[in-house]
Nanobody, 119 residues
Framework: QVQLVESGGGLVQAGGSLRLSCAMS????????LGWHRQAPGKDRKFVAR????????LYADSVKGRFTISRDDAKNTVYLQMNDLNSEDTAVYYC????????????WGRGTQVTVSS
């Protein structure tokens, strides 16, 4: 059974930092893409960043480029999202997701972790 479990969310002041973690289990993610998405209150879920597990290639949404960094730890089967210089627009539930390299849509999802940025 594939499981993605996010952690690391919380309340932080504007300008602060948080690091989210996504612990993964159940399959080999060697040919997968791992992504972070977020959903703000009353808005659709949006892409934040993704990493190809094997190559380490990354991609970011324009809104977080230069502030957020996605990375992985092979030994721990964990993906991280380091978030710096947070602002109120980053307030959202953050979800970890996975898909195979040859698929367009993510189909394994975690339950999410809340990030709240106070101004």
């Amino acid at each position: 059974q594939v499981q993605l479990v996010e952690s690391g969310g919380g309340l932080v002041q504007a300008g602060g930092s948080l690091r989210l973690s996504c612990a993964m289990s159940g399959i080999s993610f060697a040919y997968y893409v791992l992504g972070w998405h977020r959903q703000a209150p009353g808005k659709d879920r949006k892409f934040v960043a993704r990493i190809e597990w094997s190559s380490g290639s990354t991609l970011y949404a324009d809104s977080v480029k230069g502030r957020f960094t996605i990375s992985r730890d092979d030994a721990k089967n964990t993906v991280y999202l380091q978030m710096n210089d947070l602002n109120s627009e980053d307030t959202a539930v953050y979800y970890c997701a996975a898909r195979r390299l040859d698929r367009d849509e993510y189909y394994y999802w975690g339950r999410g972790t809340q990030v709240t940025v106070s101004s």
